[in-house]
């Protein structure tokens, strides 16, 4: 049987999330904080500073960067995959709109 288990990183404050993001920029994020919440912050911070092309291309490059880093290999089933990014910006809204709100 699978357990599913909430994830409770939050990143609430300004100064989380550049804290975030220059571990992620110079890949000094530990491994064990880069969760699903990291990933989510990162995207969306870059949606709000770039146009939808920039921001996809700056993110699939620093996730690639940081797993090399890392030595995160990409395999079937982990690293980087293309088609595990949302391929459009309606595919991105359709995503945030039917996640559960944080406080559900």
């Known amino acids: 049987m699978t357990t599913a288990t909430l994830e409770t990183t939050a990143f609430r404050t300004t100064e989380e999330i550049l804290t975030l993001l220059r571990g992620f920029y110079d890949c000094t994020l530990p491994r064990a904080d880069w ?3 990291a990933h989510l912050t990162i995207a969306l911070w870059h949606l709000l500073q770039y146009d939808w092309p920039e921001a996809v291309a700056r993110v699939r490059h620093g996730i690639k960067r940081y797993n090399a880093a890392h030595g995160i290999v990409t395999t079937p089933t982990g690293g980087y995959h293309d ?5 459009s910006k309606a595919d991105a809204t359709k995503a945030v ?3 559960p709100s944080p406080t559900s």
Request: no cysteine; aromatic share 0%; glycine share 0%.
């Open 35 to 37: 969760t699903h919440a």
């Open 83 to 87: 088609a595990s990014a949302p391929s």
């Open 97 to 99: 709109r039917s996640s």
